[in-house]
């Protein structure tokens, strides 16, 4: 079926050292990448996407990767900080015409003073 | 994160009871999506609409209800025959669809007692 596996689950990092989020898909169709970040007892939020035009994408600490040929992409944060501590989901669409998004089953990043 | 407002946000239900959540956006999207997320799991799309009148069913459509009559608004009913119904609900909205950037609700923590 449509799925989207995300690893690791859990990821605990040193402040200043880098966090990498890995996601793979299924649905060759796909075209669009997004990562939300969800702090605890809030919302998700986008904090950066990519589209399948491009293979890399940057904001500031975060990246994001794409992969097309071994279908996958993933999340880099450089330079971590306490505020990075989150739980990060990827996400791709699915579905005919790919009309749903399909979510990873997270990942919950801890970083270390 | 203004625009979409969800309520209530903690709903405590009997065994054997529907229940409907609200959700509710000003932002002028097309498009609206209702989440179930589990501890520990991702998000998992339940039903979505992209047009007034018409909606889809997601992943996990069982046991859930939906509506879509006004633009703005999109209540989630959880009926009496889902089985594990105790779950955290989010809805979000996009501007046309799933490869726009999804803006969530606070969420609503149903417990069924």
């Known amino acids: 079926g449509e799925n989207v596996e995300q690893h690791p689950s859990t990821l605990s990092v040193q402040e200043g050292d880098s966090a990498v989020i890995k996601c793979t898909y299924s649905d060759s169709a796909s075209n669009y990448f997004p990562w939300y970040k969800q702090e605890l007892g809030k919302r998700p939020q986008l904090i950066i996407d990519?589209?399948?035009?491009?293979g890399e994408k940057k904001d500031q600490r975060i990246a994001v990767t794409l992969n097309k040929t071994a279908k996958h992409f993933s999340l880099h944060i450089t330079e971590t900080q306490p505020e990075d501590s989150a739980v990060y989901f990827c996400a791709a669409p699915t579905g005919a015409a790919g009309n749903k998004l399909t979510f990873g089953g997270g990942t919950r990043v801890l970083v270390k003073p | 994160d203004g625009g979409i407002t969800q309520s209530p946000k903690y709903l405590f239900r009997k065994e054997g009871q529907n229940v409907t959540l609200s959700c509710e956006q000003n932002l002028n999207h097309d498009a609206m999506y209702w989440y179930r997320q589990d501890p520990g799991q991702g998000l998992r799309l339940i039903y979505y609409s992209q047009i007034v009148n018409d909606f889809q069913k997601g992943d996990i459509a069982e046991g859930y209800s939906v509506s879509r009559e006004k633009k703005e608004s999109f209540p989630l009913t959880v009926t009496s025959a889902q089985k594990n119904p105790t779950a955290f609900y989010l809805c979000a909205s996009s501007i046309v669809g799933p490869t726009d950037t999804q803006y969530f609700g606070p969420g609503t923590r149903l417990t069924v007692l």
């Open positions: 990519i589209r399948s035009n491009v």
